[in-house]
């Protein structure tokens, strides 16, 4: 590259055709050429006469100016010229380019690829060996780093993505380091900001063996930890003062649809930080929700901040739910007190739910989470109760006096197991035995890694009888193997008992703390779902159930890895990213945020990550030539003054209007392309959901294909290609319908794509559910069923009925008596008719549908039927022998009819009308 001062030329070469101006001038000037002299005798007739219209002999000087200098403007554009270009690296030697990965790299992702894709072309140009190391973990144990060309390193830079968690380098960098070419290594190094492990130890090592330039973040980083305790917080890490976003509390709404729930405000900055490393802030932010409200969140995240540092997933540690208490009110006397169960269920359960008091009619209203029967029988709101627990509600009951002298107990209901009356004593002064400690708890169950102390002994219980699930609803004994605890499922809730009462009467352990661990661990249990259940320190493993990726996007666990209890306590890594996992009942949030410590950069050159790589010339140059020229056709138009110069002015405005059209637009746009939905609306192309699965949107793609050559042969539509839909970032508001193949295990999308997705059904798109299983639903084979349920759930769907004979979509273009696909047989839903809509008298159909069903439902595998290769040759087979093909055919068939269904919405449903019209055109007639 050429420089000039604040100028450079990719191309100065060209820049030589410059000195053919001075030619160019002459031989235009020398135009048009001198007339050739010829005696004609006649001359003198005309001599004294004066043209009133003359014609220049030659071209006016101002008019070759503008054409010399149109190209010259085209000669300077060609040549590559870039305002204030950056100067190029001037080594030679191996270049490493050292890119963080961690999820503080997530929100300017694009820009950090832009970075080392740059920095690896040029190097390519040059020469140099390059080294590329993706600092997520994944190179640790690989060896030494491998230098290639920097072409060859483009594919796996492309495919990097940010990982959730911080940034990892490997261990050894000397060891990494170890095969670098000779000369002297230059490093860029684009950095996060932030200091990792292992990160000092490797600038060293760089700076030794050369240069060093660190890129650092354009924005600064901002995080979200977790702060444990009795009240716990939520704490926002930042590294600059100044104001800080928003907390949003994010959850499902009563519609199903995650969004933001509330919004919580951080609170003052409290410095934090070593001296010389930074003073960065914290703040904490107060979880001040009401427990209906917060137990329905399922994560926190910083407002606007897109990585999983920024994410808080909610676990037994953000929820506190609402227990009511419902026995005998306690005496007046602090004697009494003492001796009352509510006493020790309230001193137990305070700490960690919040606790009402009252009877069982009152406390049913309140809606609680949990309810506390202490020693109660016989209670006349039972069947409320039993319809409160088949809803989802936790019954924990104690055993007392009262229920051990009951002669109707065997009648009791919700209880985990049927009972003795009468109770045991085991312990008492009429028995010969001693009372019984409380036996280990199973490793997997409910209590595991709760160790009951030796001095916790009961005395007397009420004894279960003996059946064949007792041993499976028993989730603690005694050391003779009698229940201490039963619990038992009933509908979407349970029934939990202690065999013993809730004071100190028949047994020590309401006085020990084991008895608040296991009220804790019950009441973490309460409608179990992700992060709503206690953290599972002590299990030995833990499968992941729902991970986040770098961006903080939360999508199922495709093929779960269990999680040693140990690696788990050190956090989020590679192979355990962030998100919930598992350990039998119970689960736990593993968190990415972190407390933000910035990093130094002793030795290196700091490279400003906001400076403009250098702005190019050419288009604005071109555009420049072109408007010269349209000038110089205005100028001759207007110099010619013939009859043509307006036709002549009217297309150089026109070429002009062109020109501005198309005008390049500024820089920071550059990487911005017209989105495929734009083709679609243009072209009416179908659209089709990516599921991430190659080979289903491979189907979904030929099917759609082969849909559109079948509608542009037989019809007036006539569509593109189909277009393939991201539905978390792509725009439906142009789309009119949409195919979506339900995959298993298919990641759910955004609660904004849910959010664009219900507005594209309210404003007439339709969505085309295939769950694809047509050939195994209703034989006892796996079906989508369950996929498509969660991926529909935030949906605003309207009721569904299977497809009635007379539906407007049996004779939108075709007449139709069903929907097959590369299956047949299995119904097909949509939106269900409205009540009272029957066939009047006469008519053949009823007005079934006229805004067009949003949703159309079936498994019956439609793209696989329409699916075309190249050759416009079937891709699956349908049927056998000309059973198949008719089957085909009735498939493209039910395709017209829906596309044309979509597009024309309830014209066809205006055939309802035609015999009343016929009939009164049959009595007009008569009456003539």
Known sequence: ???????????????TALVALPALWLILRALPPSPRRQEFPGAALLAGLTDRHPVARRTPWWLLLLRLLAVAALIVAFAGPVWQPQPRDAQTGPLLVVLDAGWPAAPDWPQRQARAERALTEAAAA?????????????????????????????????????????????????????????????????????????AAWLAALTARGPVTVVPPAAPVLSLTLEGGQTPALILHSLTAGQVPQVEAIGPDPQGTLRAL?????????????????????????????????????????????HAGAVVLADDRLRRHKVALVGDAAGAAEGQE?????????????????????????????????????????????????????????????????????????????????????????????????????????????????????????????????????????????????????????????????????????????????????????????????????????????????LLDGWGRASPAADPVPVAAQDFARGPGPGQPAGI?????????????????????????????????????????????????????????????????????????????????????????????????????????????????????????QGLTGLSRVLSLRTSVEPGAPVGIDLDSDDLSVLTFLYWPVTAGQPAPSPMAYLRLNHFLRSGGMILFDTRDGDVTGVGGPDGRADLASLAAPLDVPPLAPIPEDHVLTRSFYLLQGFPGRWQGAPVWAEAPPAGA??????????????????????????????????????????RGYEGERQREMAFRFGVNLVMYVLTGNYKSDQVHVPALLDRLRIEEMQR
Do not use: C, K
């Open 1 to 15: 590259m050429l420089i000039l001062g604040p100028l450079g030329f990719a191309a100065p070469l060209i820049l």
């Open 127 to 199: 020469g140099r060996p390059v080294a590329l190391l993706i600092a997520d973990g994944a190179a640790a144990g690989q060896g030494p780093l491998a230098f290639q060309t920097g072409s060859d390193l483009l594919p796996a830079l492309r495919a990097a993505r940010p990982a959730a968690w911080t940034t990892a380098l490997p261990d050894d960098a000397d060891a990494a380091l170890s095969a670098t070419p000779p000369g002297q290594l230059a490093t860029l190094w684009i950095s996060d900001g932030l200091d990792h492990p292992n990160r």
């Open 262 to 306: 509330a919004r919580l405000n951080p609170g003052d900055p409290v410095a934090q930080g070593q001296q010389g490393q930074g003073q960065g802030q914290r703040r904490a932010v107060a979880i001040d929700l009401p427990p209906e409200l917060r137990n329905r969140i399922t994560r926190y995240q910083i407002e606007g901040v897109a």
């Open 338 to 546: 003492l001796l009352s169960p509510m006493h020790y269920l309230r001193r137990a359960l305070i700490p960690v739910a919040d606790v009402i008091e009252g009877g069982l009619a009152d406390v049913l209203d309140a809606a609680p989470d949990v309810i506390v029967l202490a020693d109660q029988v016989g209670l006349p709101e039972t069947g409320r109760l039993a319809e409160w627990v088949q809803a989802g509600g936790l019954l924990i009951r104690f055993a007392g006096p009262r229920m051990a002298a009951s002669d109707r107990l065997d009648a009791e209901p919700l209880l985990p197991v049927a009972l003795r009356p009468g109770g045991r004593d085991v312990g008492g002064a009429l028995s010969w035995g001693d009372p019984r400690a409380v036996a280990p708890f199973a490793a997997q169950g409910l209590f595991a890694g709760l160790t009951p102390p030796a001095e916790v002994t009961v005395r007397a219980q009420l004894i279960a009888q003996p059946s064949p699930d007792l041993s499976s609803r028993t989730i603690a004994a005694l050391v003779d193997g009698t229940p201490l605890i039963t619990r038992m499922a009933e509908g979407q809730g349970q029934v939990v008992l202690f065999h013993v009462t809730a004071n100190a009467e028949w047994s020590n352990l309401p006085l020990s703390g084991l008895f608040v661990q296991m009220l804790d661990r019950l009441i973490g249990s309460a409608r179990a779902a992700p992060g709503d259940a206690p953290a599972a320190e002590t299990a030995d493993y833990l499968v992941p159930q729902v």
């Open 581 to 701: 996992y598992a350990a039998g009942e119970r689960r736990a949030a593993l968190n990415a945020g972190t407390a933000l410590t910035p990093a130094l950069w002793d030795g290196a050159a700091i490279e400003d990550a906001a400076a403009q790589s250098g702005r190019a010339l050419a288009a604005p140059l071109i555009a420049l030539a072109v408007l010269l020229m349209v000038l110089d056709a205005l100028a001759t138009a207007a110099l010619s003054r013939r009859r043509r110069s307006a036709a002549t002015t009217t297309a150089a405005a026109a070429a002009l209007l062109m020109l501005l059209a198309a005008w390049p637009a500024p820089r920071a746009m550059a990487q911005e392309v017209p989105p495929e939905t734009a083709r679609a609306a243009d072209e009416v192309a179908l659209a089709y959901v990516l599921t991430g699965d190659e080979a289903v949107d491979e189907t979904s793609y």
């Open 838 to 879: 029957e066939a009047d008298e006469g008519m053949p159909f009823r007005n079934l549908n006229d805004g067009v069903s949003p949703v159309i439902i079936g498994g019956n595998s439609w793209a696989e039927a329409w699916a075309l290769d190249d050759e416009g040759m079937p891709v699956f087979p349908v049927g």
